[in-house]
């Protein structure tokens, strides 16, 4: 068991860390199967098709912009930004603001607890430790470069991939939002 492991064994901090560690299919499935099991027993159904997608998005969220800034030298390190509180907070907000208005509550809850899990399990091991990373206060804090998560660190394949990925989705994203806008308010965009 990689947790009994982690608590009971005399690992190093980036031994542990390793051993925790989450890809991006485990933190959505992670964040996946408590919305699915509170949508089974409060409606006897699976979760709708909008659903999935929002959860997806959210739990990929902070990645999905923080790496490939990372990878364009805009942010010191994948880590920081989206996975900040002075940006996650307003994005989280905001996004539970357009989904009040627009009567999707669910779909904004849905979205914000996806993030969280995801920002929870990137800093689990700090937290863990007892630390308080100055990442999660970035840009307030100084960051020193680092060599990123073990899936996708500065330089590896994966990153540059990450990133395609990421532009495709956010792109995706911000069409379906400007539709959805559109619809919405009636204006031609
Ligand atoms: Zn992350």
């Given at each position: 068991?990689?947790?009994?492991?982690?608590?009971?064994?005399?690992?190093?901090?980036?031994?542990?860390?390793?051993?925790?560690?989450?890809?991006?299919?485990e933190t959505f499935l992670l964040a996946l199967l408590p919305v699915s099991g509170y949508v089974f027993f409060r409606y006897r159904r699976l979760p709708t098709r909008p659903?999935?997608?929002?959860?997806?998005?959210?739990?990929?969220?902070?990645?999905?912009?923080?790496?490939?800034?990372?990878?364009?030298?805009?942010?010191?390190?994948?880590?920081?930004?989206?996975?900040?509180l002075p940006f996650a907070i307003p994005v989280a907000v905001l996004v539970l603001m357009y989904a009040r208005t627009t009567d999707r509550t669910h779909l904004g809850v849905g979205f914000v607890f996806a993030y969280t899990v995801h920002w929870l399990t990137d800093w689990t091991p700090k937290f863990l430790e007892g630390t308080i990373p100055p990442s999660?206060?970035?840009?307030?804090?100084t960051i020193s470069k680092s060599p990123g998560a073990w899936w996708g660190g500065p330089g590896q394949i994966?990153?540059?991939?990450?990133?395609?990925?990421?532009?495709?989705?956010?792109g995706l994203v911000f069409v379906l939002l400007l539709k959805d806008i559109s619809q919405r308010y009636g204006h031609r965009i």
């Open positions: 068991m990689p947790i009994l492991k982690y608590f009971l064994s005399d690992l190093t901090y980036s031994e542990k860390v390793a051993l925790i560690a989450l890809g991006p299919v659903m999935l997608f929002v959860v997806f998005v959210g739990s990929q969220f902070p990645d999905l912009v923080d790496k490939p800034l990372e990878l364009a030298r805009v942010v010191p390190w994948g880590r920081v930004g989206m996975h900040s999660i206060f970035w840009p307030f804090t994966f990153l540059i991939l990450w990133s395609i990925f990421s532009v495709i989705l956010l």
